[in-house]
């Protein structure tokens, strides 16, 4: 029976090889210590302050910004109310971004 190794585990951000005395494990995949920033701002990341959404990790402001709760009512007065969607970080993809209001009827002017 030949020898074989055990597959080693790839850093999901870098794609290389993720060896256990240089990773960090979190949301099930091995990361590398370098590569273990936040996938918007590229903050370094600790344990502590990490959430994880579709596979990427992201620092939890980030997180907020990206896939947090929109609206009024949410949070206690109208400081608690973040209407900033991260644009100076290049998120793209918030819903803050995407506008998507209907079009206005046009009325003749008189």
């Known amino acids: 029976m030949p020898f074989t190794s055990a ?16 990773s960090i494990p979190v949301a099930g995949k091995m990361w590398h210590k370098i590569c273990f920033r936040c996938g918007l701002c590229k903050k370094m990341l600790e344990i502590s302050n990490v959430a994880e959404h579709d596979g990427d ?32 970080f290049g998120n793209t993809q918030s819903q803050l971004n995407k506008i998507n209001y209907p079009p206005l009827p046009n009325h003749p002017s008189n």
Not at 7 to 22: D, I, N, V
Request: aromatic share 10%.
């Open 7 to 22: 597959e080693t585990p790839h850093c999901p951000r870098c794609g290389h090889a993720a060896f256990h005395a240089e």
């Open 57 to 88: 990790v992201y620092c939890k402001q980030c997180y907020t910004r990206k896939f947090g709760i929109r609206g009024v009512g949410f949070g206690i007065g109208a400081g608690a109310l973040g209407m900033d969607g991260g644009e100076r």
